[in-house]
């Protein structure tokens, strides 16, 4: 695309946020929602189409009736590990079915490696921190020469990609979201078993460096916090009665998390929250989960990971096995539901899929998360296996499929016993939770 092609413009803006398979939730787009929310800002038209809320079926042509209907001549597509084949793939279709669009491709993937989406068929990759610079290239109308003041931006001008700068890190966002779209597509909207939940996020990266998560790599790895009024303004905003906080660690500052607490509770907000935490800060400030609960929490995430010590060092996560034990114990003597994430090695062995087992029972573990390891690009995993990996496509990158292949078994009785530990405590989540005990944390039994 040449300078011309992309000259300033009215715009009429579409996000996408790309489906890919998950069985276990359904979220809000809230990165697009403060895209959209940027656009109202600016009085720019815009809609958000979430391929979440469709079928699988006739997902190209259905795009194409939105963009000829909306007369839009910007499309923007979120980005996560595992869409970026399909993104680049529908960047491509859409060029030869509407030539003179705009695409731009941001998200998550976008700020990690926005090098994979410098193609043909895309004219603009944003991975900056933050929105200041799209908020400068949108008032424009994507004017070349403001394009070429902003950060975090990649672009085409006379037909070669110009790469700037990211940003510095930020602290907050500088507009409000627009949840329409989560509103509009609450009836889909779910967790397995837990219900329908608005998100929000309080913070940016994550103060650790776990060598397979590249949350901590993000807002150039700088760890912010955003001003707690306007997070606990937004809550009583938020027009729903669970919130889920999606940063990477919540409960990270002992003393924000009292201030927040007693909040909330002085506020009168009555919500039920899910947050992440380490475990290493349950383990070591139990007084802080009783006010935790009586301000709402009720779901507290847990990166446990890996059950042995050796595993949890390869990792880089800074615990061990007894402060994981310790923090599931603090959770559930306080009521809160601790939902256990863990990481399944291309190493393990049928012991450790059997030991797995025996430490969620012991633990008396009811909700659970298994993720196979996977060393996705951007993160210090990948450069250790980069070597390794094997059928390394985008839509692989999910956390459910093999991308090392198994040294202990074959990936097919890998992938087997991956699956039965599922069958082995789903079902139960399921029971515990027609009959009303799926947070009775001090029971043990399957009702």
């Keep these: 695309m040449s300078q011309s092609d992309i000259g300033k413009k009215e715009l009429k803006v579409l996000l996408i946020r790309p489906k890919y398979s998950s069985l276990v939730a359904h979220l809000e787009p809230l990165g697009l929602e403060y895209l959209a929310g940027l656009a109202r800002d600016l009085e720019i038209p815009c809609e958000i189409h979430d391929e979440f809320d469709r079928p699988w079926t006739f997902r190209f042509s259905r795009m194409c009736r939105i963009i000829k209907k909306g007369g839009y001549n910007f499309v923007g597509l979120n980005a996560n590990a595992n869409t970026v084949d399909y993104i680049t793939q529908r960047a491509k279709q859409l060029k030869q079915k509407f030539p003179g669009i705009t695409i731009m491709v941001g ?123 306007e997070v606990l303004d937004e809550l009583e905003e938020i027009k729903h009665d669970k919130v889920w906080f999606v940063d990477d660690t919540f409960f990270f500052h002992k003393e924000r998390v009292i201030e927040f607490c007693n909040e909330v509770i002085k506020r009168g907000i009555k919500k039920e929250f899910m947050a992440y935490a380490r475990a290493d800060f349950i383990a070591e400030n139990p007084d802080v ?61 049928r012991k450790d899929f059997k030991n797995l087992m025996k430490f969620i029972k012991d633990n008396n573990l009811l909700w659970v998360v298994f993720g196979i390891f996977t060393p996705y690009k951007g993160t210090d995993s990948y450069d250790e296996y980069k070597d390794m990996v094997v059928n390394f496509k985008s839509w692989r990158l999910d956390g459910t499929h093999i991308t090392i292949k198994p040294t202990n078994m074959s990936s097919f009785e890998y992938m087997f016993r991956y699956y039965w530990i599922h069958v082995l405590t789903y079902p139960k989540i399921m029971v515990r939770t027609l009959f009303g005990t799926g947070y009775d944390t001090k029971r043990t039994g399957w009702f």
Excluded: H
Excluded at 311 to 338: G, R
């Design 107 to 229: 998200g998550p993937e976008a700020e990690m490696n926005y090098r994979e989406f410098l193609t043909d068929d895309i004219d603009i990759v944003y991975y900056d921190n933050g929105l200041r610079s799209l908020k400068a290239i949108w008032s424009a109308g994507l004017d070349i020469d403001v394009m070429d003041e902003q950060t975090g931006i990649a672009f085409k001008k006379n037909g070669e990609w110009i790469v700037k700068e990211k940003g510095d890190p930020v602290c907050g966002f500088i507009n409000k979201p627009d949840r329409t779209a989560f509103y509009r597509g609450l009836k889909k909207n779910y967790i397995f078993m837990k219900g329908k939940y608005a998100l929000s996020k309080a913070s940016f990266s994550c103060p650790f460096n776990c060598s397979f998560c590249y949350c901590t790599k993000m807002n150039s790895g700088v760890y912010t916090e955003r001003d707690m009024n």
């Design 289 to 349: 989960l009783p006010l935790a609960y009586e301000a709402g929490f009720r779901d507290i995430l847990v990166g446990l990971e890996a059950i042995t010590d050796e595993l949890l060092d390869e990792y880089n996560k800074q615990t061990s096995k007894e402060i994981n034990e310790k923090a599931i114990k603090n959770l559930l003597d306080n009521n809160i539901v601790c939902d256990g994430l863990f990481v399944i090695s291309y190493t393990a062995t």
